[in-house]
């Protein structure tokens, strides 16, 4: 196998794991609050149609991120009513929201599907994208690949480093003791709701935007749900979220290379690989209890609503 | 809802109450639309008075989708390979062979919680990819028709092993009688049964089952595969009615929407009963809304979400109270 030949698999990984880095954090920040939003893959589908719309009818590739992050915005404001105005079951909700997105965004985007989609460029940065090894390997993504890891290092340090995060940790270990304290408990959960919407906007748009610049119903293939898995993978860490999805974006890409790389199965069997493998992680991770009761948010999917 | 409905009828430019009619009153109004009807709240029924039985014990079974397709395979793999050989017992193995493969498809997400505490539903979800993958494959391979023209299907089952017809000149079968006698049994479960009293003490006070000495794996257990026997019931009476052969796609979401059924029905099985037939009705809406006014047959999910966010929000609504502020005392 040629040097080049590993580099592209290098760089196909990247960019297949950068839809699942940007869901996965979001989903992170929401459930460190205490909130398990199962609508992943509905705000998914949603952000990716909204950014495909938007960058094809004109507006360019900036705009479809913004309408992407916008789309999830709105589907996680409507989970958020939901959940943290009238108190109703978290799982449930998610549910439906998935449901309810995946059916939204079939049906508005019917007229798109089969439409050539604007690929999102690779950046040329000067001196370093002309590397010899370096320079592909890690210099010659786009923006959005970038953007998600400055994301990684910035939800790490504000949940770690600073106040806000520390108050919005304890927002999911203990609501009620937050509250207490005089923390605005469902403000914080507002917030928290709220940008892991975006992200998975971000998430959905950067699939029809860069790894397949394209819409098709159903695009993101259970992604949305990877995400959540990948939360569980990270022990609610955002840095294990990132390496977590590089992991799973490997098995996507081992999936379309395996006929080069010469393995025989059939292709039914490779594509089960993501799949597998969120159920194989998930029981490495949980198969030790106290790893589990250490890390996740003591609330994490309890209704919070105050004594009056 | 149904002002939600007319309000997006009306924004897409439609006249809202031809669209109402055409959507949710014109597929009854003949006996072969009635039959659809009943045909397509047969599987729902089952998925969701199964998986209305985990619920109950905060079992998040979401994979019935899976199980109803681990179903179908098991029992179209009997369909087509046993029991033409077993004479009249080959229709009670292909049925036994499909809540089997069901089972057997809901017991991994059970082992796994209960042994590993693996969430069941990220597990049971990821499951039902598997399976649907599983039965691609089938189809394009060992099990394809060879006289089939190339199409990735299997060969028609047996004449004899597909489920009678409740009524001429309709595709409903009996199917309905056996998801009609399961709703009973389900009631009797739940309201004279032992296990039936763990599970709801399980899920509606985890603590005091825990002092009581219920065991919370058995619960699990209990949930996870009853839901997926009643699933894969319903994949292989799909398959051995109106499809009569396996083929790659055998379920318009039926296992996802029997969660929805679930909760409109109230986790009881008269509910389940009520909700499965007011959910056939959203199916044969879309379908309607498809040929009648072009749109997509994604808008199934819609009317679901909406359905199951009204519900979600009227529970909150019905359990208001007014209440009378007492007077404020002087400060």
């Known amino acids: 196998m040629s040097l080049d030949y590993c580099i592209a698999l290098c760089t196909a990984t990247v960019v297949a794991a950068t839809p699942l880095v940007f869901a996965g954090l979001g989903e992170l920040v929401a459930e460190r609050a205490g909130v398990l939003n199962l609508g992943v893959e509905g705000m998914m589908l949603s952000g990716a149609l909204a950014a495909f719309v938007a960058s094809v009818t004109g507006g360019g590739l900036l705009l479809g991120f913004l309408a992407g992050a916008l789309a999830g915005l709105v589907m996680s404001l409507l989970f958020g009513l939901l959940t943290l105005r009238l108190g109703t079951n978290q799982v449930a909700t998610g549910l439906a929201l998935t449901l309810f997105g995946g059916g939204l965004s079939a049906c508005l985007g019917r007229g798109y599907a089969g439409l050539p989609g604007k690929a999102l460029p690779p ?7 002309d590397l010899p090894v370096l320079g592909p390997l890690l210099f010659r993504y786009d923006a959005a690949v970038y953007g998600s890891l400055l994301l990684v290092a910035g939800v790490s340090w504000v949940l770690f480093r600073t106040r806000l995060g520390l108050v919005l940790r304890a927002v999911g270990e203990s609501p009620q003791v937050a509250d207490a304290l005089g923390h605005p408990v469902t403000a914080l959960r507002w917030g928290a709701v709220a940008f892991g919407g975006m992200l998975a906007g971000l998430g959905g748009a950067y699939l029809s935007t860069a790894v397949t610049p394209m819409w098709a119903e159903g695009i993101s293939a259970g992604r949305g749900w990877i995400a959540l898995a990948l939360v569980v993978f990270a022990i609610w860490k955002p840095w294990r979220v990132l390496f977590g999805a590089w992991l799973f974006g490997g098995m996507t890409v081992l999936q379309l290379h395996a006929q080069a790389l010469g393995i025989a199965v059939p292709g039914e069997f490779l594509s089960m690989l993501p799949y597998l493998a969120t159920i194989l992680v998930l029981v490495l991770i949980c198969r030790n209890p106290r790893l589990l009761r250490l890390n996740q948010p003591a609330a994490l999917g309890r209704v919070f609503q105050r004594e009056r | 809802m149904a002002l939600t409905l007319i309000a997006c009828f009306a924004a897409l430019q439609m006249p809202p109450l031809h669209a109402l009619y055409a959507i949710f009153i014109q597929p009854l109004a003949s006996a072969y639309g009635l039959g ?21 014990a905060n079992v998040w079974n979401i994979g019935a989708e899976g199980q109803l397709t681990m179903g179908a395979i ?16 080959g229709m009670p193995a292909m049925l036994l062979a499909g809540m089997a493969g069901g089972m057997l498809w809901a017991a991994i997400p059970a082992l796994l919680r209960t042994r590993f505490h693996t969430s069941e539903i990220l597990t049971s979800l990821m499951l039902v990819y598997v399976a649907q993958l599983l039965l691609a494959w089938l189809m394009v391979g060992r099990w394809q028709d060879p006289q089939g023209f190339n199409f990735p299907q299997s060969r028609a089952f047996d004449e004899a092993l597909i489920l009678p017809l409740l009524a001429d000149g309709q595709r409903a079968t009996v199917a309905l009688y056996g998801a009609l006698a399961l709703a009973v049994a389900a009631w009797i479960f739940i309201r004279h049964s032992f296990a039936g009293y763990t599970m709801l003490v399980a899920g509606m006070a985890p603590a005091a089952a825990r002092y009581a000495g219920f065991s919370e794996s058995r619960s699990i257990w209990w949930g996870m595969l009853i839901g997926g026997a009643t699933a894969g019931l319903a994949g292989i009476a799909e398959i051995a009615g109106p499809i009569g052969r396996l083929q790659p796609s055998i379920s318009p979401g039926y296992g996802f929407a029997a969660i929805i059924v679930a909760f409109v029905g109230r986790l009881h099985p008269l509910g389940v009963v009520l909700a499965a037939l007011l959910m056939s009705l959203l199916y044969l809406g879309g379908e309607a809304a498809q040929l009648e006014l072009g749109l997509p047959a ?4 819609v009317f679901q979400g909406l359905l199951l966010f009204y519900l979600l929000a009227a529970d909150h609504f019905a359990g208001l109270r007014l209440v009378r502020r007492p007077a404020r005392a002087i400060a």
């Open chain 2, 74 to 89: 098991a029992g179209g793999g009997v369909a087509l390979y046993i029991a033409p050989g077993l004479g009249p017992w």
């Open chain 2, 298 to 301: 994604a808008v199934t999910g």
């Open chain 1, 123 to 129: 950046l040329q940065l000067p001196l370093l994208s």
């Open chain 2, 36 to 56: 659809e009807w009943l045909l397509k709240a047969t599987p729902l029924m089952l998925c969701g008075l199964g998986l209305s039985l985990g619920f109950r």
